[in-house]
């Protein structure tokens, strides 16, 4: 497992190294992950990378070569690195289970541990969190665009980096991708990979056909070609057919071909009249080519034959909206026992946080469809028997009365007192319930461009906390 | 090391495990690595990521790990997966040197090998150069913004994934960035790193004054306050001249503040105009908050009195433009020891390659700026003491003539016969490089938004060579 201790900010070691110093940094605090937009300028976002953090956490240690580098900045003192060479994370954490559906303002991940634990992880946590749920999120999009179609995440040559294609390429199988074209991801995360041949096959061999009966020969039960080298109605699909005729009266039935440029409309209908015409019908007919949700949609309503997806670039960059903007935020800090929440004002008002120790309840319709969200504090409870009111956190005269509903504690524990809690889990697993998640969500929240809101609201005694301390802070300039 | 043999797509495998079967795959072939559009949506591109891309082939190896993985999915012969343990790369590749300046078309790399070998590192070749190549590039163009007031990296939280952060912190710094605030980057790639501290650190005091004095107290030599975690004008600011005339005292200077949100052109002529008062002048007036080129320009136009900027997210992900669209295509293969060149028609016609083993050339005036590019076949050669005339390749009527000018062949050998040539070189002095490479471009290439084209021709004997391969592919439909 890679050491990445010293995968964080600067600033992370200058504070943990002033905490030191001030004799505050056992001091036990809170600190909670979330966004405040989601994903792709969409409706909701996918909580992942869970297992990727709990490696993290479980693997921090400063080893003596990370010391020796801190030492050379010439920053902190002989006691403090001493002090480090020790460390350990001993913390609790909670965290809602990877696949979770989650929205703006919610705390994800709620971590509750000595301030100098607490601090140094968040950079990256949140490296590790914001990316994943970035690409599982796109990769839901990219899905319900398909409308049921296979998806195939090609997009490790573009990616931003190995980690890039290969985190990546696991976060677009969860978000609902059936396989990828990354080995190395398949490897280390058991997944599907796919994969036939490139143009450079075809030019390789003295003619198109003679490239395809070369496939076809190696991989007879498993042929798939790609048809646009040289011209795709002209050379390309009757050169396939060639090849599957060939294959047909060896008994076997050729796979389908893969369209990689041109007017995917015109080209897969033509090619799929072909190939019709020609006996084979019911095949494959994948496009690529810098496809996303929007193309992939209206290639759908323009009736396209196309029937399985090869998503490369805009996938594995989510290239319209290429970051997820999580942050980790000092909630509450413990003083001689006591709890105290902490705000941060700022002069853009969005990035105003929600103080004190949290969670998040989800409140479901008896046709398990998600109504609502209400971040609440720590010690609050909902008696789900009885009606429960709930209200805007800033129009706060938009309010509505649940009557008949279900509730679901989001957060569950990760670690306590530094023990690992969490159960890893297959990705195949992790995929089959996002989708049991995405099926709790209304399709108004899936819309690809302007889906609706959804309501997020604040518990009435979170929200008159959040109320005093913005007085009490505004009137302490 | 890290083993990155099996980041690769399968279809690389599948190919490789066709042409063993065919018995081709020793056969020698010609790649070239390049893009078609410059990154960034911007005039040039600076070729970054070469000492990684070294690493990778110097590690290649299938270990037995791997052959296990590989073996499992069903689709490679006993006898392939045998061939595949003594995997060695044997071949040629010539490549410019790391920070060079590269335009669309050119061949950046090309590499010269058995066919197994130059077709399995196509994926991870890409990967690893198009990812810091943008970054670099991006960084270059921020920087240009600042007008040389220094800018760092801050973007590791929102980078995507470990080694997007990491890597693209080493690209950051190669494009002209002073520093990164990633502590891995900095050990790994021996680069500037900084970092001061963030809103937590005000919030965990009682008082905002509280939390810079105890900062000052820890490192009254390099104390640089963020000043906007409750109110910049009416709290932050004056706060900082408290703590700042408390350290004056004791004979430090203060460093700086730091502006994380608000308008950044209000603030920060407010906050100087304050400090100047104060006595405080010539200090650090960093900004950061989703900052890019555009916004630095904009900020610097309207008179802002910022002096030194953190660029996070849009720097970390290129966010404008999330990808380098480089590829890597078949350009000739050899048959018999005769060379015979290869071109790949599209659907697309940009996607049409130039064939044949080739080089670039540069063309300079005696002033030292760069005038054209020339990709030519690998055995032409000009006489430089004799007028040169080029001509556009898809415009041909547009020619012009260089009689007094000098050139300079850009690739050089990067391995022969598997041996690496690479000379390892310190980022800073790759930096370096760049800016001497920057400064052979005129402005008009380096405009952020419609910049002018760079001329980029074919020698006569390549035009011709496309042109006859095209009319003989077209009319072989």
């Known amino acids: 497992m890679r050491n990445l201790t010293l995968l964080t900010d600067l600033y992370q070691l200058t504070m943990l190294n002033g905490y030191f ?43 003596d070569d990370d010391l020796e580098y801190l030492k050379s900045l010439n920053l902190f003192s002989d006691r403090f ?17 990877e696949g979770t559906i989650m929205f703006p303002n919610e705390p994800i991940i709620t971590v509750k541990a000595p301030l100098y634990q607490a601090q140094l992880i968040e950079t990256a946590l949140l490296t590790i ?17 398909a409308q049921g179609d296979p998806v195939f995440e090609f997009g490790l040559r573009r990616a931003q980096g190995p980690d890039a294609g290969t985190y990546g390429a696991r976060a677009a199988v969860i978000g609902g991708c059936n396989a990828t074209a990354n080995v190395l991801a398949g490897k280390l995360f058991d997944i599907p990979v796919v994969g036939t041949h490139a143009h450079s096959w075809v030019q390789k ?40 005729n060939n294959l047909s009266e060896k008994g076997y039935k050729p796979l389908g071909i ?42 759908k309503s323009e009736g396209a034959a196309i029937n399985s997806w090869g998503v490369g670039t805009k ?97 569950q524990p990760l670690f306590i007192n530094g023990k690992c809690k969490h159960i890893k889990k297959p990705v195949l697993e992790i995929r089959d319930y996002v989708q049991t998640e995405l099926n709790t969500l209304w399709d108004a929240y899936r819309r690809l461009s302007n889906p609706k809101d959804y309501k997020i609201d604040l518990s009435e005694k979170l929200w ?3 109320a005093s301390l913005l007085d009490a802070k505004i009137s302490y300039k």
């Open 258 to 299: 893969r369209l990689d440029s041109g007017d995917l409309k015109y080209l897969s209908t033509e090619a799929k009249r072909m190939l019709d015409d020609a006996g084979f019908k019911n095949l494959s007919i994948t496009a690529s080519n810098d496809l996303d949700e929007y193309t992939i949609a209206s290639l």
């Open 205 to 244: 061999f003295d003619t198109e056909l003679d490239a395809f009966q070369a496939y076809a020969d190696v991989y007879p039960s498993k042929c798939l070609l790609l048809v646009d080298t040289y011209n795709v109605l002209n050379s390309g699909i009757p050169n396939a057919i060639k090849v599957f």
């Open 315 to 411: 996938l594995i960059t989510s290239a319209e909206s290429p970051s997820l903007g999580g942050v980790y935020k000092l909630a509450a800090s413990y003083k001689n026992d006591i709890l105290v929440p902490k705000i941060k004002i700022s002069e853009n008002p969005e990035k105003i946080n929600n103080p004190g120790y949290k969670k998040v309840v989800r409140i479901y319709n008896k046709e398990n469809k998600a109504e609502a969200d209400l971040i609440m504090l720590h010690d609050e409870h909902i008696d789900s028997s009885k009606p429960l009111s709930v209200f805007h956190p800033i129009y706060t005269w938009k309010s509505m009365i649940f009557e008949n509903y279900n509730i679901r504690e989001l957060q």
């Open 129 to 145: 969190i914001n990316f994943q749920s970035l690409i599982a999120t796109k990769a839901s999009r990219v899905c319900f665009a």
């Open 81 to 97: 690195l001493a002090f480090l060479k020790d460390f350990k994370f001993t913390g609790d954490i909670y965290s809602v289970s």
């Open 21 to 63: 110093e001030k004799n505050v940094h056992e001091d036990l605090v809170v600190f909670d992950m979330f966004f405040r937009k989601n994903a792709c300028n969409g409706g909701y976002t996918i909580v992942c990378g869970i297992e990727q953090f709990v490696d993290y956490i479980n693997n921090l240690h400063f080893s």
């Open 464 to 466: 008159i906390l959040k």
